[in-house]
């Protein structure tokens, strides 16, 4: 879908898919009026299009005639800024289909995923993080996720955005005109007025991150559990990703109660669960244990699947692969540091954890004791975060993408500030700040790549 295929009149079934008291059409573009004009019957001779509102008359399908309810909005006061009629029809599939064909027949357009939206979006009724918000709350599962969204939609990070960009726009024009005096001459560069824009600036992108991050929280935070063998490390590494002191000992069933903490990944704040080591012959309060742990495992987006490198065997991959066979997982490959220890994975061992799993698994190895491979797997799980197999929810990619680019575009404004502390002449600051512009207008939609809008809007549902 390119900007330049608006201009016509695109229709969409708007309402859920399935039977309902009510189906909804949604028609918009410059043939809307006309095509209301062709479906419209009723006794009295009223034009429906003749003013914005309500109308109660029946629906001509070509076959038959249906109950309407019509909604008129005339652009631009419309969601797409276009004329935009709404045809509430009986909530009948099979009649929904013929209404639609026959508004198709009559010269719409199918509307593609998204494209109101799109279309609101491209005549300037939406920023592209509206858009989203728009989408967010589509795709929306809680209630927590519909805050979050209309939030968005509310414009809650447009206008910050916004605020921000005429504040680079104002820094940029004042090392502009400050150019245009001669170096020497400094009673010409209002450094005070600079610096006190920079602060201004500095602390709306803090804000702005703050604001985003809030969303992200409120959705409520994911979970990520330790799974593996008594022993294998798992408290170690608990202690070292979330800076904790839970119990380590030599010992194998030192974990008994599971303890939680936050991992601050890049992209995301986890919740991550120590747990007992997996024991299926566990009795008494350890049965209790275990059992307590798998109930504690079923919210959990993800696993990190902890095993002792230096004692593991293909069979033992097994027999621990088969817990929680469908939770997405990163191997966490630990004790690389024993000498003698193997420093990844063999063939045999991942070929026979790839088999219960039913996918090759994701490895990485560390040593939970110095600390070596951290980054490492976190890059891994921020990895398996991002690619959707963890199921992050459509909020949670949408905020990844803001915070990348304000923090991109916060970055660009430090340097440029650093360049004015460091005297590096105005032009490279304006540069900087050009910069980060650039990354707002990403963010805002503004100038956005097409391809970027493509998959945003693909991720619509027809008729939105
Ligand atoms: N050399 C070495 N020892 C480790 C490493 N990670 C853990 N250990 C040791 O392995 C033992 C078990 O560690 P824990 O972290 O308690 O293991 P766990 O998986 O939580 O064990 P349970 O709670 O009993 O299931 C302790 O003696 C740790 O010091 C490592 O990377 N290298
Ligand atoms: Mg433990």
């Not at 502390?421 to 490279?428: H, P, S, V, Y």
Request: hydrophobic share 40%.
């Amino acid at each position: 879908m390119s900007r330049s295929q608006s201009g016509r009149t695109i229709a969409a079934v708007a309402s859920p898919p399935g039977p309902g008291l009510r189906g909804v059409i949604r028609v918009s573009g410059p043939s809307a009026a006309q095509l209301v004009r062709s479906c419209w019957r009723s006794t009295e001779s009223v034009d429906p299009t003749r003013a914005r509102g309500t109308s109660v008359g029946r629906f001509d399908d070509g076959s038959g005639e249906q109950p309407l309810l019509l909604i008129w909005m005339p652009g631009p006061h419309s969601y797409t800024r276009e004329d935009v009629a709404e045809f509430h029809l009986p909530g009948s599939p099979p009649l929904l289909s013929a209404a639609l064909r026959h508004l198709i027949e009559l010269g719409a357009r199918p509307a593609g995923p998204g494209e109101f939206t799109r279309r609101a979006f491209e005549n300037g009724r939406l920023d592209l993080s509206q858009a989203e918000g728009v989408l967010e709350l589509v795709a929306a599962q809680s209630e927590a996720e519909i805050r979050a969204g209309a939030a968005l939609l509310m414009g809650g990070l447009g206008k910050r955005v916004e605020s921000l960009r005429q504040g680079l726009d104002d820094l940029r024009a004042l090392c502009e005109a400050s150019l245009d005096f001669d170096q020497e001459d400094t009673g010409h560069v209002p450094r005070a007025e600079l610096n006190r824009l920079f602060e201004l600036v500095g602390e709306g992108f803090q804000e702005a991150l703050g604001w985003e991050r809030r969303r992200d929280r409120d959705r409520g935070m994911l979970r990520a559990v330790l799974l593996g063998a008594p022993n294998a490390g798992k408290s170690s590494l608990f202690n070292r990703l979330c800076r904790q002191r839970a119990l380590v000992a030599d010992h194998a069933g030192t974990t008994r109660d599971g303890a939680a903490a936050t991992w601050r990944l890049p992209s995301a704040e986890v919740e991550l669960l120590d747990s007992p080591g997996l024991d299926a012959n566990a009795s008494g309060v350890d049965a209790y244990a275990q059992d307590l742990a798998g109930r504690e495992r079923a919210g959990a987006r993800f696993a990190l699947w902890v095993v002792d490198g230096s004692c593991t065997s293909p069979s033992a991959a097994r027999a621990e692969g088969r817990v929680e066979p469908g939770l997405p997982c990163v191997v966490v490959w630990n004790k690389i540091d024993l000498p003698g220890a193997p420093q990844e994975p063999g063939r045999a061992w991942l070929d026979a954890a790839g088999k219960v799993r039913e996918q090759a698994p994701i490895w990485v190895s560390v040593s939970a004791k110095s600390g070596a491979g951290m980054s490492l797997l976190e890059q891994r799980a921020s990895e398996l975060l991002n690619s959707g197999s963890a199921g992050l929810s459509l909020g949670r990619e949408l905020s990844a993408r803001h915070h990348a680019a304000l923090g991109r575009a916060a970055e660009a404004l430090d340097r440029a500030r650093a360049g004015l502390g460091a005297e590096i002449g105005l032009d490279l600051v304006a540069e900087d700040l050009r910069s980060a512009g650039a990354e707002l207008d990403e963010l805002s939609g503004e100038t956005t790549a097409e391809d970027l809008l493509d998959r945003i809007f693909a991720r619509f549902c027809l008729g939105k």
